[in-house]
């Protein structure tokens, strides 16, 4: 186990990036006093502006000059912190090495990918490094998949503590979303298709809905999870009205939730199935908007795989860099609503929202807290020894509670 002694409490990498900035901006109002944060990124200069920015508690903010490929650099980096919190995207260009750098030194690493292929990888290769050294490797600690992994975490809690068996069928429902996009989401989605399209053993891989599983011989027999099909709310849970639409995110972040169900050893119930979809509204016209959801998202995803299309859609779309507005950051909110019914035929709804654009407002909050958890209640988290971990099974009811405080709405209850 390598020693947690080091300089620095959390080092924001990325930081002159537009989700960096809003992330050392969270740190900077909210970090505990004493809590000691510092900025990394390729040009100081730059790091410099941002810090200047952040208002006077973040004027002695180190500032840790960084390249994404330059191994001594990043192996600086991990050596100074306990925790590195990356924004640092598209992953599968630039997130390996950091990882291995943090697997190998002992560091606490946290970032914002919902690359499943990335992801996959990052088990692969540091899953047992990070093992060994005790650190804490965990993917998707943003919208992309917080929400998710920790709804079903609660949800499963209080069937737990109710002793009401197992969970079985779980749907996860976007009630309601406001936000706007970026650049670099749609950067790492284009990433995300070419890795893939040009590796066949990769893409059959990734189409597995256990794609990030420890080991996917093991995972149970539950017949077909399909990502992109249209689901009647009544099939969901008695009331529900309407017909729900694929959610755009439901293939990475049902990954994640059943690679935590795996990590603790099935603890969820070995017949827990998994899915997400999002509303559309409750008329009559429900299932044609759903079907008309569906096929924007296919053909976003066939548009950005042939040249002659991705040319135009490169035009229209938001640049690397580019995101939405302080005011739609502001006005932005999101409200999921998870349903389950348990193996003893109980059923339960659990509920996660919060103000704010969920991708940049909500994913700050969530991202800083993450990165503090780790840093100042390490000895308060889920006992592991390390590895590549999910939210659920690295911060567990640590991070719920400081989201709860954070003003994030997170619970769970019998129907």
Not at 54 to 74: H, K, N, Q, V
Request: charged letters at 20%.
């Amino acid at each position: 186990m390598t020693s947690r002694t080091r300089d620095l409490d959390i080092v924001v990498y990325g930081a002159t990036g537009f989700v960096g900035k809003l992330v050392a901006e969270y740190l900077a109002r909210h970090a505990p006093d004493g809590t000691r944060i510092g900025l990394a990124g390729r040009s100081v200069e730059k790091l410099q502006q941002v810090r200047a920015g952040l208002g006077s508690a973040a004027a002695d903010w180190p500032l840790l000059r960084a390249e994404a490929t330059d191994d001594a650099s990043l192996r600086e980096l991990a050596d100074a912190t306990h925790v590195v919190a990356t924004t640092v995207g598209p992953y599968a260009k630039y997130g390996l090495p950091l990882v291995r750098a943090c697997a190998e030194a002992g560091t606490d690493y946290i970032d914002l990918t919902g690359e499943t292929p990335f992801a996959r990888e990052s088990i692969d290769l540091f899953h047992d490094t990070a093992v060994a050294s005790g650190a804490r490797i965990v993917h998707s600690c943003g919208f992309d998949s917080i929400p998710s992994d920790l709804g079903v975490h609660v949800l499963h809690r209080q069937v737990q503590a109710d002793g009401a068996g197992e969970l079985t069928d779980t749907t996860l429902v976007v009630t309601s979303l406001r936000g706007g996009a970026s650049g670099g989401t749609i950067d790492s989605l284009r990433t995300q298709l070419d890795v893939v399209k040009h590796d066949a053993a990769l893409r059959k891989v990734t189409a597995s809905p256990y794609s990030l599983s420890p080991d996917r011989a093991a995972e149970p027999d539950l017949g077909r999870q399909s990502d992109m099909e249209l689901v009647r709310g009544s099939d969901i849970a008695p009331g529900l009205s309407g017909w729900k639409a694929p959610f755009f995110m439901g293939p990475s972040n049902t990954r994640v939730v059943r690679r935590s169900n795996a990590l603790t050893g099935y603890a969820y119930g070995k017949r827990f199935r998994y899915r997400e979809v999002m509303n559309v509204g409750s008329s009559f016209a429900s299932p044609v908007i759903a079907a008309g959801v569906a096929a924007g998202m296919g053909g976003l995803v066939a548009g950005l795989l042939f040249p002659p299309t991705r040319w135009l859609l490169d035009r229209v779309l938001p640049k690397p860099g580019q995101g939405p507005s302080e005011k739609t950051r502001r006005n932005g909110h999101f409200t999921i609503d998870l349903y389950s019914e348990t193996s003893t035929g109980a059923r339960y709804t659990a509920r996660v929202a919060a103000k704010g654009d969920p991708g940049y407002a909500a994913t700050a909050v969530m991202f800083g807290e993450s990165a503090l958890a780790l840093a100042l209640q390490r000895d308060a988290l889920p006992s592991v020894p390390g590895g590549v971990l999910t939210p659920a099974t690295a911060l567990g009811d640590v991070l719920v509670q400081r989201l709860r405080d954070a003003g994030v709405e997170i619970h769970a209850r019998r129907q």
